[in-house]
C-alpha cells in the first residue's frame, strides 16, 4: 500500500511479525501479529531520493518511535514521521 506524508512517499513497508501466544481450548494456532516495520521503500519528496530502509541509527534509516517511524533521507537530511497506522 502506498502513503504519503508532507516529507515522503511510502512505496511498500515489511513488517515483522510475532506467533500469538494466546491460550485457548482451541487447538487451532492462532494467526500471526504485526509487531512492527522491518523495512521500507521511501522516496524523499525533497530530493527526489529512493531508497529501501531499515531500522538503524544511520542516515536513510529509521527509528521507531510510539505509533510511528522516524525517517531521514540519506541524500538531503530531510526527516519527518510517518504514523504507522497509516502503513
Known sequence: MRTETR???IDHTEWDYADSEEITGDPTPRKAAKV???GAG???KKCGHRWDAREGTKPGQFRSVVGAIHVSCENCA???RIPLMGL
Open 36 to 38: 512492527g516495520v522491518h
Open 7 to 9: 516529507e515522503f512517499i
Open 78 to 80: 530531510n526527516e519527518g
Open 42 to 44: 521511501i522516496h524523499c
